[in-house]
């Protein structure tokens, strides 16, 4: 008989500690999360109880989610924090995404590793093109363009004043309101506010594409972020990708 390879070793090893540590009610729901991924993107089975207990995760992370498309944000992110989940693999998050009508396709991401010396920030590139529709009393109705081709943000960064309090983040092992997909996402909604306030308008609508292109697998606080946007203003279409 062949001899197991070192890597089919280490995941025999990693599903039999796994399944044990989950009869004895000490796997982490985060980890219950991690091992599933990670047998499952290396070509091994995922053991039927890990299985089971990850797709009921994911289950509850996208009913989670979906709640923030048609409810205010408080009770729905103090939820997602209660699920003790922070990100979900490469794989499982492309389908929340899809799922969330949240997703889009990656480009070519270079450029976005290593622009910054020292300890390395996550960084987002947001790209939008919006319609402000704005009614100013005794005026009537107008439309404005508002265009962003490119634009980087770096986690730690201060949020846009201007657009900060309008979604809420939620804390997943640490607060999740200066992670760089969430301060995109507040600038879009500060840079609309502005446009506003600059025409006068008294009532305002939006419509048009967001995209922001992640240097990596986006967390579920900001993937609740996106949806809240889009609750906010439903004829927006927000995409999120990955690399």
Do not use: M
Request: charged share 20%; hydrophobic share 45%; proline share 6%.
């Amino acid at each position: 008989l062949q001899e197991a390879s070192p890597a089919s070793q280490l995941a025999r090893a990693l599903s039999t500690r796994a399944q044990a540590l989950l009869a004895a009610g000490s796997l982490s729901h985060q980890a219950v999360a991690q091992v599933a991924e990670a047998l499952e993107a290396s070509g091994n089975d995922v053991p039927a109880p890990l299985a089971a207990a990850f797709g009921q995760l994911y289950d509850q992370t996208l009913t989670v989610l979906g709640c923030l498309a048609s409810q205010p944000p408080a009770e729905p992110v103090e939820e997602l924090e209660r699920l003790g989940l922070r990100v979900l693999g490469a794989r499982s998050t492309s389908r929340l995404l899809g799922s969330l009508e949240v997703s889009g396709e990656a480009p070519l991401l270079a450029g976005l590793d290593g622009v910054l010396p020292g300890p390395p920030k996550v960084q987002c590139r947001l790209q939008y093109d919006l319609l402000l529709n704005v009614d100013v009393a005794g005026k009537g109705l107008s439309h404005r363009a508002i265009s962003e081709p490119g634009r980087l943000f770096f986690s730690g960064d201060a949020p846009d004043e201007d657009g900060a309090s309008a979604l809420l983040a939620a804390t997943l092992r640490f607060p999740r309101g200066r992670d760089a997909e969430f301060l995109a996402l507040c600038a879009v909604i500060g840079a609309v506010r502005r446009a506003a306030a600059e025409a006068g308008a008294d009532k305002w609508s939006l419509r048009g594409r967001v995209r922001l292109f992640v240097a990596q697998t986006p967390c579920l606080s900001c993937i609740g972020a996106a949806v809240q946007l889009k609750r906010l203003h439903p004829a927006l279409r927000v995409a999120i990708a990955f690399d």
